[in-house]
């Protein structure tokens, strides 16, 4: 059953800031704008939406901003599909896609295509990291924000990035016992250090500030501890988390020490910041760059965030991290630009000039950010031999060390011979663990070990979902694999 593309004007793929900030502005200059997401609901990760079972009408601000942005776009006339997982990018500017909810193959081809998908959170190996109770810090803030639930009873928080901040105070608000938060940076220093850096940066971002100071008045009045410059070292426990050691990091990030302590805790949430998605990108032929500073590897994009393959945009955090406010300033250049482009209108042009200054603004920010909370080379350092790198495959430090001493120095290499990344989670939470061991066992910079390629399907769907592809798209498939 081969059965006709759907047509739109312009697909988005995602419902986040940036992806329903592109639907918003290219529907409302006249296309016709499909936007698809994995989500039941959109919203991405910043406007994420409680489950409408446990809480039918949420007051907290982002789920309203985004319910109202939702509703632009609905009112725009932009056509969701929810629960539909994009997992093939072809030729021609096609998508196939699997709606979960109908069982439903999908091939929807557009005149352009808008990616905004986010990023994958950044995680450490060390040795105990797979113990149940060990969780994302994302993990946790979905469990709160959708399903009202709190991941455990003593939590810790580990890693780097506001994001820690934000959720201890979440969780705190919503009565668990948050036993500590750890930053491995030290952001005073830096801040310190570039007074007038840091004003220009700041500058205009008052709300973002609000929310930083109010997640710390919070803490400070639960009497959670905030320790600077601080980090994991190991989790234990038997069937689960008991505890977890802990040390004070030099500016590498390596334990020093004698500053050991044991915090007990059955749940640890960590995040050492962002891995921008780019496995759609990569099945296009977009070319990427490597940009440490906004998560690794990101796609070349000219001014409207259109790549070197024509029609093809990419927005928000999947082309770099940097925030739900950037996303949405580039969701809003790219919505226009695409449209422009589809309709031949080139008034549009003068409203994408107009959100050069807040875009500048934005990107600003996200510098000053990066600068602030970046990790050392010693969390890499972290994992022993026997510590699991690839949980999906079972594969450990030990083996992939091995391996490359035996001989395989590429990405490719390591994972042909140790199946590492070849798992449910196709590689998004072992691949910077992997490229990272790469690096440091042949001496090679990250960017010449590169990553993981992606490969189709790049989600686990059944096998009905490749009913839709016609003998071309298949083709074209089987030749990128
Ligand atoms: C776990 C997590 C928690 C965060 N918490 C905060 C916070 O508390 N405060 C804060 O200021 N910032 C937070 N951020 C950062 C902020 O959410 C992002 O900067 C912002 O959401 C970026 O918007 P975006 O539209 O680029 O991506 P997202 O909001 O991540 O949206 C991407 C969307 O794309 C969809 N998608 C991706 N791939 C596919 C596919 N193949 N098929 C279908 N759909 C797909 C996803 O389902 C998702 O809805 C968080 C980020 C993450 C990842």
């Known amino acids: 059953m081969n059965p006709e593309p759907v047509h739109t004007d312009i697909a988005v793929v995602g419902a986040g800031p940036a992806g329903l900030s592109a639907a918003v502005a290219a ?38 901003a985004g319910r109202e942005l939702r509703h632009k776009a609905e009112a725009a006339g932009v056509r969701f599909l929810n629960r539909t997982v994009v997992w093939g990018a072809f030729e021609d500017l096609r998508l196939a896609a699997y709606r979960e909810d109908t069982a439903q193959a999908i091939e929807l081809q557009a005149d352009a295509i808008i990616l905004a998908p986010g990023t994958y959170e950044r995680v450490a190996a060390f040795p105990g990291w797979t113990l149940p109770g060990v969780i994302t810090t994302g993990a946790a803030q979905t469990l709160l ?132 998605a780019t496995e759609l990108a990569q099945l296009f032929g977009v070319q990427l760059h490597w940009r440490p500073a906004q998560g690794g590897f990101v796609p070349r994009r000219d001014e409207q965030m259109q790549t070197n393959v024509p029609g093809l945009f990419i927005v928000g955090d999947g082309a770099g991290v940097g925030g739900a406010e950037l996303a949405m300033v580039e969701g809003q250049i790219a919505g226009l630009a695409a449209a422009r482009q589809v309709l031949g209108d080139s008034t549009l042009t003068r409203r994408i000039e107009a959100l050069q200054p807040a875009l500048r603004r934005e990107q600003r920010f996200q510098q000053f950010y990066a600068r602030l909370f970046t990790p050392g080379p010693g969390l890499d350092e972290l994992a022993a031999g026997d510590t699991p790198i690839c949980r999906c495959e079972g594969v450990s430090k030990a083996t992939i060390v091995q391996t490359i001493h035996a001989g395989a120095d590429t990405m490719h290499a390591v994972k042909a011979v140790t199946r590492c990344g070849m798992g449910n989670c196709q590689g998004r939470v072992c691949g910077p663990l992997v490229a990272a061991i790469l690096a440091q066992e042949t001496g090679q910079s990250p960017e010449r070990v590169g990553q993981f390629r992606a490969r189709t399907p790049i989600f686990p769907v059944p096998l009905t979902a490749f009913t839709v592809l016609t003998t071309e798209g298949a083709e074209s498939a089987e030749s990128r694999n």
């Open 145 to 276: 924000k959708e399903q009202r639930l709190l991941p455990g009873q003593r939590i810790i928080l580990a890693g780097t990035g506001p994001l820690q901040l934000v959720t201890a105070a979440a969780l705190v608000k919503a009565g668990a016992q948050v036993v500590a938060v750890l930053e491995g940076a030290s952001p005073g220093e830096a801040i310190l250090r570039q007074p007038g850096q840091t004003l220009a940066a700041v500058w205009g971002q008052s709300t973002r500030l609000k929310e930083g100071w109010q997640s710390w008045r919070t803490l400070k009045k639960a009497g959670v501890p905030y320790h600077r410059g601080w980090g994991i070292i190991a989790a234990e426990g038997k069937d689960s988390l008991q505890a977890v050691r802990i040390a004070r990091l030099d500016r590498q990030w390596r334990p020093i020490p004698g500053t050991e302590r044991r915090l007990e805790a059955d749940t640890l949430c960590l995040n050492y910041g962002f891995t921008p």
């Open 27 to 64: 529907a409302v200059a006249g296309a016709s704008v499909t936007v698809i997401d994995a989500y039941s609901q959109p919203g991405g990760q910043y406007f994420r939406q409680p489950n409408p079972a446990v809480d039918p009408d949420p007051q907290e601000p982002r789920p309203r």
